[in-house]
């Protein structure tokens, strides 16, 4: 059987959208499945069987002018070339562009009238170009899957040829079109450095997040006479179960649990909020978080990969590489967009020399003009540089996007289902009463407790916050039934099942939280409170404001859920239901309209699932977080207004960039045939239509979104 392993790398050298379509045609035609690149980060990730060699893919993709920077396997030196970048660039070949260029002066300078002096002064910036767009363009080519720099490449050297042979000829002035080589060759680097400048702008919220999982940490260690050492270490030398001192002002370096001390940690890197929060012995503390006050000794619980800083960044990479439709679409064009280009350019070349009778000289600026402004980044750039925005701001402010398509799903959402316990109320539960018939109070406690610590429900952390026993009882075997409750049977035979009132033997008794059942009889109930979360009536307030539905769905009794949505505003209740009913209210409001659930229990994993978006909180079971698609660090429901708005906008910002992209290019290419657009102007316009994209993308960081 052929076993495949999972492959992540670092490509450098992917400056748009048609690099990053040429590469994931290169994997894909080796054989290689699950293939996602992203140009923006320059992740490039597939599924490898033990029969392909990492070298030989490696070497592939460098052979297509790209470089890898890192594997797994063995680590690469960064090549370095004379010029490190495209401003270097643009910087050495500017100078002779802009000599070549005094000649279109009204007074004419007599040396640069000379054909042979102008190449000379020419050539450097053509050998640059050519080292760098026409070994690009000649590897794309070899490997069948040409990208942009073909274009570039056959424009300068079009331009180039056309003006040697005029001065071999001897044929003047008027065939001599060194400057346009130049120009083109100059004014690319300059909008491609421009371009590079405008994406990292795009991700600068991303790498904050990244630029945090490498720090210093002081490791806690023993010597023989068992006296504390501090030494420090970096923080990705660091192993589970490690002691680490975090001092005041210190970033804590990895996920851990502190072990003594306490302090206020300001977490604002991962939820956005920038209130402190207290933290003591017991408590965890996530790694990229800041010790505003206080010094702690911890245990290190999580590291590298493991840690919630690499799961944030993990899912937002995800969330990266996923293209909604209309991005599809855009890539299906690009990727024909270069062959349809060049054969554009001969077309525009034989409609100006033979049927509109343009002279030879002009009708080849004409068809380098076309060549050089049609830009297949642009349709590329559109997408990606808004999801990069939108999925940075929502990360600095508390909000994970599990996949991009949610991004997309949100503008369409008319409705908003709410679990009750741990979403609209703070899950903080405290018991307000018991009784039991059959029991001691002690034993009742004792039987209880034993029940619920099996299960993360926040009824069942109450229990264990209040009535907490080591003399617990050794179950014979135990199970949490979704919908139901715990289950036990003890090492006498007896069988215990601890639910709500629908377990219970009684008729028309539903007022109470819990009941315990002993052998199918009731032997006693318990009662819990739980305070509505300060933010819950302005979310829904603002939901009602656009118009969009609010519905409460629990497993909770009647009368708790009609007091929670009394005091909110929520009109639609759906009370005292099972995980199964649960999916089916949602099946059933999906077919009135786009359906957005949030939820926080095991319970609500189905429902989550089910919805069109499912939204969930950082503190909820791991089930839930797994089934949503939308995750909500903040420990609360105060960002959901926002993760709305950005999803909206982002989605809004995809079609205003499509829409220029387009239409960039459906006006560009004809302006060049007719001559209007002279091929330096069009290399310049060439670079900043990407600008103008990632531009308006950036503005999703200042955009009124709520």
């Known amino acids: 059987m052929v076993q495949t392993k999972k492959i992540e790398w670092k490509v450098e050298g992917m400056d748009c959208n048609n690099c990053a379509i040429t590469i994931s045609k290169y994997l894909k035609k080796e054989g290689l499945q699950n293939v996602t690149v992203n140009f923006i980060g320059g992740d490039v990730s597939f599924d490898l069987d033990d029969k392909t060699s990492t070298d030989k893919i490696k070497n592939g993709i460098e052979d297509l002018g790209y470089h890898v920077a890192h594997h797994h396997e063995a680590a690469v030196e960064n090549k370095r070339s004379f010029f490190k970048n495209h401003f270097q660039r643009f910087l050495f070949c500017l100078p002779f562009t802009a000599v070549l260029l005094l000649h279109m002066l009204p007074w004419h300078i007599h040396f640069l009238m000379n054909g042979w002096i102008q190449m000379l002064i020419c050539l450097p910036v053509f050998l640059l170009g050519m080292s760098y767009f026409g070994t690009s363009a000649y590897r794309s080519l070899s490997k069948g899957v040409p990208n942009m720099n073909v274009l570039i490449a056959m424009g300068a050297l079009a331009a180039f040829v056309y003006s040697f042979i005029g001065t071999v000829a001897n044929w003047g002035m008027d065939y001599f079109f060194y400057e346009t080589t130049a120009t083109i060759i100059t004014l690319v680097f300059l909008g491609e450095w421009i371009e590079h400048k405008s994406l990292q702008i795009t991700q600068k919220e991303l790498n904050k997040l990244a630029g945090q999982q490498k720090v210093m940490a002081n490791m806690i260690a023993f010597d023989g006479d068992h006296k504390e050492l501090i030494f420090p270490v970096e923080n990705t030398q660091l192993h589970v179960g490690d002691l680490i001192l975090i001092k005041n002002g210190e970033q804590v370096p990895t996920d851990c649990k502190i072990l003594w001390g306490s302090v206020h940690a300001n977490e604002a890197l991962l939820t956005g909020e920038n209130k402190p929060v207290q933290k003591g012995i017991k408590d965890p503390l996530i790694g990229g978080s800041i010790i505003i006050e206080g010094t702690v000794k911890a245990q290190v619980t999580a590291v590298g990969k493991d840690t919630v800083l690499s799961n944030i960044l993990n899912l937002v990479k995800q969330a990266q590489h996923e293209k909604p439709p209309m991005q599809q679409l855009a890539d299906k064009i690009s990727a024909v967009f270069v062959p349809l280009v060049i054969g554009i350019s001969i077309a525009a070349f034989v409609l100006n020399y033979f049927i509109l009778h343009v002279d030879v000289s002009h009708s080849l600026m004409r068809s380098i003009a076309v060549l050089v402004i049609s830009c297949p980044c642009a349709m590329g750039l559109a997408t990606p540089a808004a999801i990069?925005?939108?999925?940075?701001?929502?990360?600095?402010?508390?909000?994970?996007?599990?996949?991009?398509?949610?991004?997309?799903?949100?503008?369409?959402?008319?409705?908003?289902?709410?679990?009750?316990?741990?979403?609209?109320?703070?899950?903080?539960?405290?018991?307000?009463?018991?009784?039991?018939?059959?029991?001691?109070?002690?034993?009742?406690?004792?039987?209880?407790?034993?029940?619920?610590?099996?299960?993360?429900?926040?009824?069942?952390?109450?229990?264990?916050?209040?009535?907490?026993?080591?003399?617990?009882?050794?179950?014979?075997?135990?199970?949490?039934?979704?919908?139901?409750?715990?289950?036990?049977?003890?090492?006498?035979?007896?069988?215990?099942?601890?639910?709500?009132?629908?377990?219970?033997?009684?008729?028309?008794?539903?007022?109470?939280?819990?009941?315990l059942l002993k052998n199918d009889e009731q032997i006693g109930w318990f009662d819990v409170e739980d305070e509505i979360r300060t933010e819950a009536k302005e979310v829904v307030s603002y939901l009602h404001s656009k118009k969009i539905k609010t519905y409460l769905l629990s497993g909770d009794n009647e009368s708790a859920c009609k007091k929670v949505a009394a005091a909110l505003g929520i009109e639609n209740i759906f009370a005292e239901r099972s995980p199964e009913e649960k999916l089916k209210i949602i099946e059933q409001l999906n077919k009135e309209g786009s359906t957005a659930m949030v939820g926080d229990g095991i319970n609500d994993a189905p429902a989550l699932a089910k919805a069109t978006i499912g939204i969930s909180m950082s503190e909820a079971t791991q089930v839930a977080v797994q089934t949503a698609q939308v995750v909500l660090m903040n420990k609360g429901i105060q960002n959901l207004p926002l993760a709305l708005g950005l999803g909206k906008h982002t989605f809004g910002t995809i079609k205003e960039n499509l829409f220029w992209a387009f239409i960039y290019n459906i006006v560009a290419i004809p302006v060049a045939i007719l001559g209007l657009l002279q091929p330096g102007v069009a290399a310049l316009a060439m670079g900043f239509s990407d600008v103008v994209l990632a531009a308006n993308s950036v503005r999703l960081n200042y955009r009124k979104v709520v």
């Open 388 to 515: 990069a925005v939108g999925l940075g701001r929502a990360a600095r402010n508390g909000i994970l996007f599990r996949n991009a398509k949610s991004l997309e799903l949100f503008k369409n959402i008319s409705m908003v289902v709410f679990d009750k316990t741990g979403t609209l109320t703070k899950g903080e539960l405290k018991i307000s009463g018991f009784e039991t018939s059959v029991l001691k109070e002690d034993e009742f406690k004792r039987v209880v407790f034993s029940l619920e610590k099996y299960s993360n429900h926040p009824i069942a952390k109450a229990v264990a916050n209040e009535w907490k026993t080591n003399n617990i009882i050794n179950w014979k075997n135990v199970e949490e039934v979704k919908g139901v409750g715990i289950k036990a049977e003890d090492k006498e035979g007896n069988s215990y099942l601890l639910g709500s009132h629908k377990v219970a033997n009684v008729i028309g008794d539903t007022k109470h939280t819990s009941y």
